[in-house]
């Protein structure tokens, strides 16, 4: 490294010679490269390693069922997985579920984080009881819904005018969708509306104070006020839950297992891997959506220009 | 005055709605663990427990008599506070790092730290399964508190920087230039100083280990480090075909009481921990 890193106190006194100071940096630095290291380490150990890992194995036909006999065939377990409609079905329940749940924890979440920024009292009861659903183990809250919208023993079927006293919400593809998509909105927009509320409470209160002087109407000051100051905020907490979101496992494993077409993508591949033993395709299928979350997050990044030092809080 | 008025009926209405919202689905939970099981398995529609249907505290008192469950609690009682404590101790050193010096590679660390925090976790459980079974850690405890700790580090190196940066760190610096070393400057000073966001790392890294699913279905195959949300999920009771709801709620309004506390006891705090990532302070 250069002897002229600068080191960022330079608060202290000048020292006569620059020797000195190179030390000094170097110092920092190792003592740096110490810090950072277990637990960079430990990271790579479980993340990196395995993929690399899932990589070579996703290139044989393996069986943990007939571990000796292992086969190289290329990429023929990506071929395979790639021409399987089960693969693009699975692909696409869990972009419709990413979708239309961060764009319903968006609007929920924004509105609560409103209420939450004018209300003054009773402000940590509100609080509280916004992080159980956070709080709130997603096995639970699967049980908790499939319960509520069963029709032998849920209380959805009666409480909604629509919807006959004995209508089978887990009988066919729609309304199991929709169990399953509003247990995932009910747990994870309180998490959304508090790094919205984090956002607005950026929002400077001069600004909003003189766009209501010169007669901007409440809509007005949401749209060219309000939102364009808090945009860093809601792109991170979209791109956080959108990524969240795509890898959807918990709540379908409990609320349907899969039944009726409802399988996400990370619930084939766990089949695949645990329930089947099948090694080689289904550490394609572990390569492959590693792949598409990385192609999630570019295209958010893109398509809403965020800014990764925000997320990175750099700055 | 008027407008005032309609607007404070606005911001109540909002909270009674953000209260509802919250806690329907929890207060629903707590009264099916009190139907009785055989009103369940007859049918027992309705929100509360119909009249005789009812089961007393019995469904908790059966669940926490069967064993599996009472192991599944240690276990996850057990992984996730050594997790979040090994966790949460490597993150402050590292989180130090970053905070405080100057060192070439801490982009590389914190976009590690970001990509590993949107990872699917999904995508791991294979190769883990195979590699935890060639090194004889799979269904036991370091076998699920070392990915715990690594899908944690993201988080608590976040969270801990974030904090860190707030530090008055000119008493760091009085520190050293009253003869302390780098070392001693961090330790007799700063840790003092950082121990509340060390805190609140600590309940949102507990709040993921206590959460976890995957890695408890893919890497346990029995009792042994069966974790609570899996073995909820495989609690099937006598009859695979009908499901014993009301036993399942209890089990499960077991296994969310210790966050329930946590989150009545440190509101502030964790609020402060999830949003310190969220903007530029």
């Keep these: ?40 380490i430990l990271m790579l150990l479980v993340t990196a390693f395995p993929m690399l890992r899932a990589l070579y194995l996703s290139l044989f036909e393996y069986s943990l069922t007939a571990p000796d006999d292992r086969n190289f065939v290329g990429l023929g377990n990506y ?32 509105a609560f984080a409103m209420v939450m920024h004018k209300v003054i009292f009773a402000r940590g009861a509100i609080r509280t009881s916004i992080l159980i659903p956070y709080g709130v183990i997603t096995v639970v809250s699967g049980f908790a819904w499939q319960f509520a919208f069963s029709n032998t023993n849920g209380f959805v079927n009666s409480w909604l005018p629509f919807t006959p006293d004995d209508f089978n919400w887990f009988g066919q593809y729609w309304s199991s969708m929709v169990a399953i998509m509003a247990s995932e909105i009910w747990k994870t927009t309180p998490f959304m509306s508090l790094l919205l509320l984090a956002g607005l409470a950026q929002v400077s209160e001069d600004m909003l104070e003189a766009a209501k002087v010169d007669g ?55 089949r695949q891997v645990i ?12 390569v492959l959506l590693f792949l598409s979350v990385l192609v999630v997050a570019f295209v958010i990044v893109k398509l809403f220009r965020v800014n990764l030092a925000d997320a990175r809080q750099e700055g | 005055m008027t407008k005032n008025l309609k ?37 027992s529609p309705g929100f509360f427990p119909s009249d005789g249907g009812g089961a007393g505290w019995s469904n908790y008192t059966d669940v926490l008599k069967d064993d599996q469950f009472f192991r599944s609690i240690v276990n996850s009682i057990g992984i996730s506070l050594i997790a979040t404590v090994l966790s949460v101790g490597l993150a402050t050193l590292a989180a130090y790092a970053i905070a405080r010096l100057e060192f070439v590679g801490k982009r590389f660390v914190l976009t590690t730290a970001l990509v590993i925090a949107m990872f699917p976790v999904v995508s791991l459980v294979g ?27 993201p988080l608590a190196i976040w969270t801990l920087s974030a904090f860190f940066r707030e530090i008055p760190w000119e008493m760091e610096q009085a520190a050293q230039v009253d003869g302390a070393t780098s070392w001693q400057a961090f330790r007799k000073v700063i840790v003092p100083l950082a121990a509340p966001g060390v805190f609140t790392a600590a309940i949102l890294t507990f709040f993921f280990a206590w959460n976890d699913f995957v890695f408890g279905i893919s890497l346990t195959s029995t009792e042994a480090a069966r974790p609570i949300p899996a073995a909820l999920s495989f609690f ?23 966050i329930i506390i946590l989150v009545l006891f440190f509101q502030r705090k964790i609020v402060a921990g999830l949003t310190a990532g969220a903007v530029k302070g």
Excluded at chain 2, 129 to 139: E, L, N, Q
């Design chain 1, 1 to 40: 490294m250069s002897v002229d890193t600068p080191a960022k106190h330079t608060a202290r006194a000048p020292r006569p010679s620059k020797p000195a100071e190179s030390d000094r940096s170097r110092a920092e630095n190792s003592l740096a490269r110490k810090l950072v290291a277990p637990a960079l």
């Design chain 1, 79 to 110: 071929g395979t997985a790639l021409s399987d409609p089960l693969f693009w079905r699975d692909t696409g329940n869990t972009v419709m579920i990413m979708i239309v749940t961060v764009a319903f924890e968006l609007v929920i979440g924004f």
């Design chain 1, 216 to 270: 901007a109407t409440w809509w007005q000051r949401l749209w060219k006020v309000i939102l364009p100051n808090m945009r860093a905020a809601i792109m991170v907490a979209v791109l956080f839950r959108a990524l969240d979101a795509y890898r959807i496992f918990d709540n379908i494993f409990v609320m349907t297992a899969g039944a009726n077409g409802t399988e996400s993508i990370s619930f084939l591949t766990y």
């Design chain 1, 275 to 286: 329930e089947q033993f099948q090694l080689g395709i289904g550490s394609a299928l572990s």
């Design chain 2, 7 to 43: 607007n404070n009926i606005g911001t109540v209405l909002g909270c009674l709605l953000i209260l509802v919202w919250c806690l329907l689905p929890v207060v629903w939970i707590i009264s099916l663990s009190f139907k009785s099981q055989e009103a369940v398995t007859v049918g």
């Design chain 2, 127 to 153: 190769p883990l399964f195979d590699m935890w079974r060639t090194f004889g850690i799979y269904d036991t405890w370091p076998g699920l508190i070392i990915p715990y700790m690594s899908f944690t580090l």
């Design chain 2, 236 to 258: 099937v009771g006598a009859d695979p075909f009908n499901r014993p709801a009301s036993l399942l709620a209890a089990g499960a309004v077991v296994a969310t009481v210790p």
